[in-house]
């Protein structure tokens, strides 16, 4: 499968732990994206990279959110001291040398108790 | 799965007629439009988009209108088929982020 890729699928844990994703987006695209959606919403931007370059991050992204792509390859999004208005689907998605096409991945659930 | 639909609006067709999916965008200064396709469980997959200097676009069995004097954007699907049910949302793309609209569920009856 050469598709975006995103793990755990599911994640559940207590509120004030610490938690990260991983997105493995298809191999030649050169933009990350990070999406937040909840239920009964369209996806929400997070942030998003151009090869290992942050270059835009929204207001939504609290200082206890971070993400990185450290070799233009793979990402992680950390939440720290998650809360439980963190529940929500994660989802990843990549696209090549445009922001339009973008192809999204399956998504990671997390639930905060 | 994701259990999407509490307060989303709804269309009902039946196996073999043509859908038209509907949504208002917001920024006029949006460069391009997509269309995505949600169904429960699944991030979103991606069927057609369209630039802000064409007013049609046509894929397999969808076509996609852009009316950019009263903001409005529509999806056509053909003939659909029980494999189309699923969530639908329009996108509007601006710089290097998309921004999603409510979404519309599609159910197709047999």
């Known amino acids: ?55 835009e991050k929204s207001r ?22 998650t809360e439980q208005g963190d529940s929500a689907m994660y989802l ?22 | 799965g994701e259990s999407v639909g509490l307060h989303l609006p709804t269309l009902s067709v039946q196996e073999g007629d043509n859908s038209i999916i509907n949504c208002a965008y917001s920024n006029s200064a949006s460069d391009y439009f997509i269309w995505y396709k949600q169904e429960s469980g699944k991030g979103p997959q991606f069927i057609i988009d369209i630039r802000s200097n064409m007013d049609k676009r046509q894929g397999q069995r969808v076509t996609v209108l852009l ?31 998309l921004v999603f609209g409510a979404g519309t569920i599609l159910r197709v009856k047999s």
Request: charged share 20%; net charge positive.
């Open chain 1, 60 to 81: 939504l992204l609290s200082d206890r959110f971070s993400a990185e792509r450290p070799k233009g390859s793979f990402s992680t999004l950390e939440i720290q001291r």
């Open chain 2, 67 to 97: 009316n950019k004097t009263v903001k409005h954007l529509s999806l056509q699907i053909a003939a659909t088929q029980p494999g189309d049910s699923a969530v639908y949302f329009c996108a509007e793309g601006e710089g290097n982020k």
């Open chain 1, 1 to 55: 499968d050469t598709g975006v890729s995103q793990n755990p699928r599911h994640k559940i844990t207590k509120r004030g732990q610490n938690v990260t994703f991983r997105c493995d987006p298809i191999s030649e695209h050169n933009r990350l994206y990070w999406y937040r959606q909840t239920l009964g919403q369209g996806p929400e931007f997070l942030t998003y990279f151009q090869n290992e370059a942050q270059l």
């Open chain 1, 92 to 113: 990843c998605a990549s696209s090549l040398n445009r922001a339009g096409e973008q192809y999204f991945g399956p998504g990671t659930r997390l639930t905060v108790t």
